[in-house]
């Protein structure tokens, strides 16, 4: 199997950090990360404070946010604020956008990493659930977006990222929930690229595969995937690491990517190329299934 670069599993900041880009990059600018106290956007946070950025991580579970902050704060020196915001409430959002304002007077990037997903057949999926989904995951996105256009962007520019996912690019069983979010999710990226462009603000999408080490890895069966030996079928033949798509945020984000915006970078090792993304034959699942998985 090919080796990933960095270490695939630690739940923890990363101990050994080998920088790949200038470590003054984002240097004393400012992120506002959704669902940065876990799974891929604590990294991104962790990442980007590595490169001289400070940071807001922004979810539904404070105490799990705080936890985090004091960890990437202690691991990079630079100063990380957990603050609790729904994407689904935009007033949430209009609170904390308003209380990073205050404490660092300026904002020049947005993750919009935040999402919700699980297996589940389309014809045992409740209209609430589809709802739900296309809630956190589009018009959180959304809702996240305008917040942060309206109050800082709009007079200053800056850089969003969202985070999307290849999964529904031929189209897979037990996802039909979140591959169409993510699918808006890609055109909202080209969208608001034409709106907001002369606003110097630039948007663009990263679409993971599978990602190891996460909830959402372990909700979407990852961990059986891989024991199963599926992921050989990747043409890269492994599930990717959270570091390798901080990395590719961090790049869109930075001034790296200056003239790039309205793009999706896919960063799946492949895995959408073959036809290894039946997850219901891979795992054994049937969709004629009535019960919720
Ligand atoms: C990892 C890949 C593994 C294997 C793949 C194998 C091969 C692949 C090879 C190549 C493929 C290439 C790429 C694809 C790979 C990866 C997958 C891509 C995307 C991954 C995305 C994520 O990981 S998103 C992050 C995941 N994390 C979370 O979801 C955490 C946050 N989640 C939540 O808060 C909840 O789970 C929630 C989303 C349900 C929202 O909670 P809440 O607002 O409290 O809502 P509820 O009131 O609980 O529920 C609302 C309605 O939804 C129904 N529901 C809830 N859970 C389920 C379920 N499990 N099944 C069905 N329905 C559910 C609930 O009943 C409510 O509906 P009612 O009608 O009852 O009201
Ligand atoms: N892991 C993978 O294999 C893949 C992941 N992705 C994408 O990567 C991103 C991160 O996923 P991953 O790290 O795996 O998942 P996690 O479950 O670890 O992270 C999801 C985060 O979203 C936050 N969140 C969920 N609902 C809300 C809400 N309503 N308001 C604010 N925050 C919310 C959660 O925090 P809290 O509970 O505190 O609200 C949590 O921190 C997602 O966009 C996902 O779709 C895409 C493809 C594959």
Excluded at 34 to 39: I, V
Excluded at 72 to 84: A, D, K, N, V, Y
Aim: net charge neutral.
């Amino acid at each position: 199997m090919a080796e990933a670069p960095e270490d695939v599993h630690a739940d923890e900041c990363l101990s050994a950090y080998t920088h790949i880009y200038s470590q003054d990059l984002l240097k004393d600018q400012v992120a506002f990360i959704t669902g940065g106290g876990s799974g891929i956007g604590f990294r991104i946070a962790e990442i980007l404070m590595r490169h001289g950025c400070d940071t807001v991580i922004a979810s539904r579970n404070l105490e799990k946010l705080t936890e985090a902050a004091k960890k990437l704060t202690s691991t990079t020196g630079r100063h990380c604020l957990p603050l609790q915001m729904d994407v689904r409430q935009p007033d949430t959002i209009t609170t904390a956008v308003d209380e990073m304002l205050k404490e660092f007077g300026r904002v020049d990037i947005l993750i919009n990493n935040a999402a919700g997903n699980f297996l589940c057949p389309a014809s045992a999926l409740s209209f609430n659930a589809f709802k739900t989904v296309m809630e956190i995951d589009t018009m959180g996105t959304f809702n996240t977006s305008k917040v942060v256009y309206e109050k800082w962007f709009k007079d200053h520019g800056g850089s969003i990222v969202n985070i999307s996912a290849t999964l529904g690019y031929k189209g897979q069983a037990l996802q039909v929930h979140a591959g169409s979010a993510k699918a808006a999710n890609d055109a909202m990226t080209r969208h608001l690229a034409v709106e907001w462009g002369p606003s110097g603000v630039r948007v663009n999408t990263v679409a993971p595969g599978p990602i190891s080490g996460t909830e959402g890895y372990r909700r979407l069966g990852g961990s059986h995937a891989e024991s199963a030996g599926i992921f050989r079928t990747i043409p890269l033949q492994r599930a990717g690491n959270k570091t390798e798509m901080a990395h590719t945020v961090l790049f869109l984000a930075s001034r790296a990517a200056s003239y790039v915006t309205g793009a999706t970078v896919v960063a799946d090792g492949g895995a959408w190329l073959t036809s290894a993304n039946d997850v219901e034959r891979l795992l054994g699942i049937h969709s004629s299934r009535s019960a919720k998985l």
